[in-house]
């Protein structure tokens, strides 16, 4: 089945550490995001890409890096200079209409 | 003023109500406008899009657009205890690139 996947869906970091959420799709779809949810909070847009080999920073991009080498994976790094990294992180792709969304699982990170 | 407000609630609603949610946005060129159900501890996924004046149904769910007032509303009619969820509304920003502005949602109970 089509589908985003998102790995791993719980992961522990000790401060200081990067660490990579990986966001794969089989949709065939052009534009992808990174989102980022904290509690009793809205999205907010952290990356994107409409294609290969392009990607803009989104509204937090700071502490944040990702890569866009091939159409079907979009991974996100978080980096140490992440002041707060703890969050549920959403990678979602769209086609056609932009702003029609269809989201991965999430990955849920925790510092310690 | 926040991009995107909505009533945080909760909303609690008795099976086979109406549900009304409601969502006004600051950005006068937004022309694309949609609603997204979260499960709690799932990901979002779009259940309405709405882009002209009006109303828009689509089987229990109808969407309200008042671009003149900046509102955007969702009703639920014969609500279930399965419609139990976070709503969240999403706006874009007068782009053709996808970016939203997300609210933070209203979590509604449909109770039995």
């Known amino acids: 089945d089509g589908g985003i996947t998102q790995s791993p869906k719980y992961l522990f970091r000790k401060e200081g550490q990067n660490v990579t959420l990986s966001c794969e799709q089989n949709?065939?779809?052009?534009?992808m995001y990174w989102y980022r949810q904290d509690p009793g909070q809205g999205l907010r847009l952290i990356y994107y890409s409409q294609i290969v080999n392009d990607f803009q920073k989104g509204d937090i991009a700071e502490g944040y890096s990702v890569s866009r080498e091939k159409k079907e994976s979009f991974p996100l790094t978080v980096t140490s200079a992440q002041k707060n990294p703890t969050a549920f992180y959403l990678c979602a792709s769209s086609i056609g209409q932009p702003g029609e969304l269809f989201f991965g699982e999430g990955s849920r990170l925790t510092v310690l | 003023q926040k991009e995107v407000e909505q009533n945080s609630g909760p909303l609690s609603v008795p099976e086979g109500a109406i549900a009304s949610l409601n969502c006004t946005y600051s950005d006068r060129v937004s022309q694309s406008f949609f609603w997204y159900r979260q499960y709690s501890g799932k990901s979002p996924e779009l259940i309405m899009s709405?882009?002209?004046?009006g109303d828009k149904e689509d089987g229990r769910f109808t969407a309200q657009l008042n671009k003149a007032s900046q509102y955007v509303s969702l009703l639920i009619r014969d609500s279930q205890p399965s419609d139990s969820a976070t709503y969240l509304c999403?706006?874009?920003?007068?782009?053709?690139?996808?970016?939203?502005?997300f609210g933070r949602g209203t979590q509604l109970t449909v109770w039995p």
């Open positions: 949709l065939n779809h052009d534009a």
């Open positions: 999403a706006v874009d920003r007068g782009s053709t690139l996808g970016r939203l502005y």
């Open positions: 709405i882009y002209s004046n």
